[in-house]
C-alpha cells in the first residue's frame, strides 16, 4: 500500500490549523455492516482517510477493535469512538466520542442520554436528518435538545442522499430551517454498510480544522464545529453531475476550505513539471476531495 503520510513533517504545520479527512458514520460486522474493523481500517488507509468512527448501532466493540489494531500504525487512520443510537421511528443520532454503549433511547430519555454523553466529553450529531419524523413531537424535541446545547450538528451529507429525488432542495431547507439559525456544524459520513456502486467508505466525509495531532485535536475540533462536509460519489442526482465534489459549511471554515482548493486548483496547472505517474496521482487526489494531502505533498 501506498503510504504517502510517512516522511511528511508535520511538527509545525499546526500552528495555523490542519484539515484532515473524516468518515463518521461506519457500520462494521458488530450491527450490520459487511466488513470487520479491520477491512475498515485498510480500505480507509487505501483511500487516504485520516479518521474513522465506526459507528455500530449501540454497540462499541467496532471502534474499540479498530483503536485497538490501529495503535502505533501511523499508517492507518486514527479511530474514534462513536456509535449510532435511535429514538425511534428514523429519529437516528451519531454519538462520537462516546463511552459505554447505549441503548433503550426513546423520546422519554433522551434528552438525558445526550445530557449525559455530553457530560463525558461527547459529540452529537443528527443523523441522515432527512429521515427524521415529520411529527410535531419530534421536531419540538429537537428544538429542545438544540436549546440545551444537545446537538453539535446535522450529518447532512450521506451517501444515502445520492438517491433521494431533489436532494439540493433538502438540504437547502435543512439548511435554512436548523443549521444556520441555530449555528450548528454541518458533518458528513458514509453510513457504510456494504460495498456497492456510489456506497463506499468516505463518499460522505467530514473536513475537520485541527490544532493539535491525534485524538485531541479531532475531537477539540468536532465539539468546537470547525467542520465542513464533503461529498464525492459515482452515483450523483442529475443536478449534481457537474460537480467533481461538493462541500458545505458555515464560516469562515467553508470559506477557507474552498481557499485551500481553488489554490490547489492553480497548482494544477503547473503539473507538467511532474512525471506522467505524479501528474495522475495528484489529478486523482484533487478529484476524490484529499486537498490537505495534495497541499503537503505540493
Known amino acids: ?4 503520510r510517512t516522511g511528511i513533517n ?5 500552528q495555523n490549523g490542519r484539515w484532515i479527512t473524516a468518515d463518521l458514520h461506519i457500520h462494521s460486522i458488530y450491527s450490520d455492516g459487511g466488513f470487520t474493523p479491520g477491512q475498515i481500517l485498510k480500505y480507509a488507509a487505501h483511500h487516504f482517510l485520516d479518521v474513522v468512527a465506526i459507528a455500530d448501532h449501540s454497540a462499541t466493540e467496532g471502534g474499540l477493535e479498530a483503536k485497538s489494531l490501529g495503535k502505533g500504525k501511523p499508517e492507518l487512520p486514527l479511530a474514534i469512538m462513536a456509535q449510532e443510537v435511535s429514538a425511534g421511528d428514523r429519529f437516528h443520532f451519531l454519538l462520537l466520542n462516546c463511552g459505554e454503549p447505549q ?12 445530557a449525559e454523553h455530553r457530560r463525558q466529553g461527547g459529540v452529537t450529531v443528527l443523523a441522515h436528518p432527512w429521515t427524521m419524523p415529520k411529527a410535531k413531537w419530534a421536531r419540538s424535541c429537537l428544538r429542545d435538545l438544540i436549546a440545551a446545547d444537545l446537538i453539535d450538528g446535522f450529518e447532512l451529507f450521506n451517501s444515502a442522499s445520492l438517491n433521494i429525488p431533489d436532494i439540493s432542495e433538502v438540504w437547502r431547507r435543512l439548511w435554512e430551517e436548523w443549521i444556520a439559525p441555530y449555528k450548528l456544524g454541518v458533518f458528513g459520513g458514509s453510513d457504510f454498510h456494504h460495498l456497492r456502486k456510489g456506497r463506499y467508505i468516505g463518499t460522505g466525509r467530514t473536513y475537520l480544522k485541527v490544532f493539535a ?18 461529498l464525492f460519489g459515482h452515483q450523483r442526482p442529475a443536478e449534481l453531475q457537474s460537480d467533481a465534489g461538493l462541500i458545505w459549511g458555515r464560516e469562515p471554515w467553508l470559506s477557507e476550505l474552498q481557499w485551500l482548493r ?7 496547472t503547473e503539473l507538467n513539471r511532474f512525471a506522467p505517474a505524479y501528474r495522475k496521482l495528484f ?9 490537505q494531502l495534495l497541499a503537503d505533498l505540493f
Open 10 to 14: 508535520f511538527k509545525k504545520s499546526y
Open 103 to 114: 441503548s433503550d433511547f426513546n423520546r422519554d430519555n433522551l434528552g438525558d442520554r445526550l
Open 283 to 291: 489529478v486523482n487526489l484533487f478529484e476524490a476531495g484529499h486537498y
Open 213 to 230: 495531532p491525534g485524538e485531541a485535536g479531532i475531537i477539540d475540533a468536532l465539539r468546537a464545529r470547525r467542520c465542513v462536509a464533503g
Open 1 to 4: 500500500m501506498l503510504n504517502l
Open 262 to 268: 481553488d489554490s490547489l486548483q492553480q497548482k494544477m
